[in-house]
């Protein structure tokens, strides 16, 4: 599994994609993943890393990396897109040097998300 989502280019490195396996990031057929794991066609993965989740379905499986034109031929990606640089802009972004947020800033944060 580690080598497959490295091979195809999900992943920077491989220790990374074995590091998301042990985490829990990486789930096959809804079912977590082991870094030892084999990959077959038609599995759908679900990998969760860079702060957004990466859902592709295997087209063939390979077992060295491969450059990005035959990567992109090995998986079918149905990720939802990512967020723009406005929307990933909601999130509060404090002043540097602010500290943590009191208790009064939270109950603003949580009444500006709209929860109660």
Not at 8 to 31: F, I, P, Y
Not at 94 to 102: M, Q
């Amino acid at each position: 599994m580690d080598a497959w989502i490295w091979s195809v280019r999900l992943t920077k490195t491989r220790s990374v994609a074995a590091t998301a396996c042990r985490a829990g990031h990486v789930k096959v057929n809804g079912e977590r993943a082991k870094p030892a794991q084999q990959v077959r066609a038609g599995d759908e993965v679900r990998l969760f890393h860079a702060g957004r989740e990466r859902i592709v379905v295997v087209r063939r499986p390979v077992t060295k990396r491969v450059g990005p034109p035959v990567a992109a031929e090995c998986f079918i990606d149905n990720s939802p897109p990512p967020p723009t640089p406005v929307e990933a802009a909601v999130v509060g972004i404090r002043d540097r040097g602010t500290g943590r947020p009191t208790k009064r800033d939270r109950r603003e944060i949580e009444g500006l998300r709209g929860r109660p």
